[in-house]
């Protein structure tokens, strides 16, 4: 039986495509940390600390 495997480039755009909105992030931020931000200037910084985080997965 083949096994099927999911096109990583294609998940990883829709994942920046949902998550480059700020306000997206920082729900996803507070889903899985389980907190309740609602500062603007959180926004930046999640946002910032995203752009990194993309960076890197593109570079591997």
Sequence with gaps: MKKMQANR?????IFEMI???PKELLSL???VNGT?????EL???IADL???ITKEDKGK
């Design 19 to 21: 998550f480059s909105n």
């Design 43 to 45: 926004l930046e910084i």
């Design 36 to 40: 309740h931000y609602q500062e603007p």
């Design 29 to 31: 931020y507070n889903a």
């Design 9 to 13: 480039t294609y998940k990883s755009r």
């Design 50 to 52: 995203f752009s990194d």
